[in-house]
């Protein structure tokens, strides 16, 4: 995917980089790559399990699928979920930033992919495709769960106590175009 400045012996010293949130989760990263930019190293961690999302679905005259980013209703659901993805030998994990899953993901089937249109008022996203992992109730709801098919990255940097945190997201869109002609250019 991307090259990395760094030698394979470092990146055997280095193993993983952990990412941990406000609730004290942790999210174990591969170091994709780190970027020199005004004096400080930044750098571009891929989650080492595949990411995951839920989704609910309502119908009030069509059919709409929304996705679930309360982190109240995720608990509520996800004994259930985690469950059902047991029964396709993964197994669904609370982490830091992401859901995540372990195990061998099903191969991508072009009728279980779902593309997320994403509205951001302040950017021109493209939409995400994700693929279908399971469908499950709770309460006579119906909720999906899915995997991104393009890998999630996050991009962090060391704070001064030496642990990784996320940049935040002004932080994140002042060098987002530095970022993506950087990742243009190592991929040419």
Request: hydrophobic letters at 35%; one cysteine or more; glycine letters at 4%.
């Amino acid at each position: 995917m991307f090259s990395s400045p760094f030698s394979d012996e470092n990146e055997r010293d280095l193993g993983f980089i952990t990412l941990t949130d406000e609730q004290g989760r942790s999210l174990e990263c591969y170091l994709e790559d780190s970027l020199l930019m005004e004096d400080k190293e930044y750098f571009l961690l891929l989650p080492k399990d595949s990411p995951v999302e839920f989704f609910v679905s309502h119908s009030q005259g069509k059919e709409e699928v929304i996705l679930i980013e309360d982190d109240t209703i995720i608990d509520q659901i996800f004994g259930t979920a985690q469950a059902v993805l047991a029964e396709q030998n993964l197994e669904l994990k609370h982490t830091a930033y992401a859901l995540t899953v372990v195990g061998d993901l099903p191969p991508v089937e072009e009728s279980e992919i779902f593309t997320l249109e994403i509205e951001d008022e302040e950017e021109d996203l493209e939409p995400e495709q994700l693929q279908l992992l399971a469908k499950f109730y709770y309460e006579a709801q119906e909720y999906t769960i899915y995997t991104p098919l393009d890998p999630l990255l996050f991009f962090a940097q060391k704070s001064p106590s030496g642990t990784m945190e996320l940049l935040s997201p002004e932080e994140f869109r002042k060098f987002q175009p530095l970022l993506e002609e950087y990742l243009f250019n190592e991929v040419d």
